[in-house]
């Protein structure tokens, strides 16, 4: 059984960080795709960061130079570190797992809270 497990949410002041990981178990997350997104009241879920297998990362424009994402192969578990936050950052935060071919399933965290206060 696949589970993705985030955490590290919370309340902050604009200009504080957060470091959120994604526990994962069932999986390998050096072999995946591996990707944080986020989803604001009333928005469509969008692309925040990912990382792929071979270890590239790619942003979104709205968080370039302030967030980066690495991953733990010891501990499987993907980071996000979220620096200069913003108030516009406030948002539920979600792991996604891509899937690995041949398989087709994608697969979700339940998500974690992040708060910016202005």
């Known amino acids: 059984q696949v589970q993705l497990v985030e955490s590290g949410g919370g309340l902050v002041q604009a200009g504080d960080s957060l470091r959120l990981s994604c526990a994962a178990s069932?999986?390998?997350?050096?072999?995946?795709?591996m990707g944080w997104y986020r989803q604001a009241p009333g928005k469509q879920r969008e692309l925040v960061a990912t990382i792929t297998s071979g270890g590239s990362s790619n942003y979104a424009d709205s968080v370039k130079g302030r967030f980066t994402v690495s991953r733990d192969t010891a501990k499987n578990t993907v980071h996000l570190q979220m620096n200069s936050l913003k108030p516009e950052d406030t948002a539920v935060y979600y792991c996604?797992?891509?899937?690995?071919?041949?398989?087709?399933?994608?697969?979700w965290g339940q998500g974690t809270q992040v708060t910016v206060s202005s």
């Open positions: 996604k797992a891509a899937p690995r071919l041949p398989t087709t399933t994608t697969y």
């Open positions: 069932g999986i390998i997350v050096s072999a995946r795709n």
